[in-house]
C-alpha cells in the first residue's frame, strides 16, 4: 500500500508496516545512485506504484539506514537516489540458532520470527530424526530480508549450509555457550540458566526436530563441555515455537530487551 499523495505529488512511500524499507547490498553514501534488482524494481513500480521523487529507506547492514529517492522512472527500471544518513548502523546481540530443518512453510516462519527476534545467525543442523533434509537457503535468505525490512531492523543475519549434528558441535567455539533446549525436563528452566551465567558470555541455542533428539544425540550434546542444557517449561511444544521461545527468554534477561544494559 502506498502513501496517500495528490495528483503529480510525491512523498514517502508506505507499505503495511510503515515507511518502505528496502535492503540492498550496495555501499550507501550521499548522492550514491542504487540500480535495484529485477524483483525490487517490479515492486516499487508495479506494486507500489512508484514516481519520479518518492521517498523511501534503504539499508545494507553496514552503513546505517538512508533516506533516498526514486529517480529515472522507466516502465521496468528505475534508480535510487542516497540522500542522507537517518540513521546509525546498529548491532544485534551476537546470538546464533541452530535449529534442525522442518517442514517448509514452518521453516520459513521460523527464519522470519528468528529475524525479527535478533538472532546473528541461523545453522540449520540435520539429525537423526530430521525429516525436511534438503534446505533452500537462498529461500531462507529472502525471507529473513523480508522479515528485516518490516521489522525496522538494520541488518540480516547470516543463514549457513546446513551440517550434520557432530560437525556442529565439533566447529562450536568453546568460548561461546550452546543453551540445549532439552524435553527430557531434567534440567533447570531457561529462564533460571541465563540468570546465573554471565551476561557478556557469547551464546548460541540449539533446538531440535519434529521427533525430538534421539538419545544418543543427547548423550552426545551433554557431552560438549560448552553446552548448558536447560528446560521450556512443562508443555510440549512444536519443533518452531521452541526455538523461538528460547530466542525470546534469551533476549529478554540477556538481550536488547534488558533495560539495564
Request: glycine residues 8%.
Amino acid at each position: 500500500m502506498r502513501a496517500h499523495k495528490g495528483p503529480g505529488e510525491t512523498g514517502e512511500l508506505n507499505d503495511l508496516g510503515g515507511r518502505l524499507r528496502l535492503f540492498v547490498e550496495t555501499p550507501l553514501r550521499t548522492g550514491a545512485k542504487i540500480v535495484p534488482g529485477e524483483s525490487q524494481a517490479h515492486y516499487l513500480l508495479h506494486v507500489m506504484r512508484a514516481r519520479n521523487g518518492d521517498a523511501l529507506r534503504l539499508f545494507n547492514g553496514k552503513d546505517g539506514e538512508w533516506r533516498a529517492h526514486i529517480s529515472d522512472v522507466t516502465r521496468r527500471s528505475c534508480a535510487l537516489i542516497c540522500d542522507g544518513q537517518v540513521a546509525n548502523q546498529d548491532r544485534v546481540p551476537d546470538l546464533w540458532l541452530a535449529f534442525a530443518p522442518i517442514k517448509k512453510t514452518p521453516a520459513e516462519f521460523l527464519v522470519q520470527k528468528a529475524t525479527e527476534l535478533g538472532a546473528a545467525m541461523l545453522l540449520p543442523v540435520l539429525t537423526e530424526r530430521t525429516i525436511a533434509r534438503r534446505v533452500n537457503i537462498e529461500r531462507l535468505h529472502a525471507n529473513a530480508i523480508e522479515a528485516a525490512e518490516q521489522s525496522g531492523r538494520l541488518s540480516v543475519p547470516e543463514i549457513r549450509e546446513p551440517e550434520s549434528l557432530p560437525e556442529l558441535l565439533r566447529a562450536w567455539p568453546l568460548e561461546r555457550g550452546l543453551l540445549f533446549c532439552d524435553e527430557a525436563g531434567d534440567a533447570l528452566s531457561i529462564g533460571d540458566a541465563l540468570r546465573r551465567v554471565d551476561r557478556h558470555h557469547q551464546w548460541g541455542v540449539l533446538t531440535g526436530p519434529e521427533g525430538g533428539f534421539s538419545p544418543s544425540e543427547r548423550h552426545l550434546i551433554r557431552r560438549h563441555p560448552a553446552v548448558l542444557p536447560v528446560t521450556l517449561g512443562p508443555r510440549i511444544m512444536r519443533a518452531d515455537t521452541a526455538a523461538l521461545a528460547a530466542l525470546a527468554v534469551w533476549q529478554a534477561i540477556l538481550g536488547d530487551w534488558h533495560e539495564g544494559d
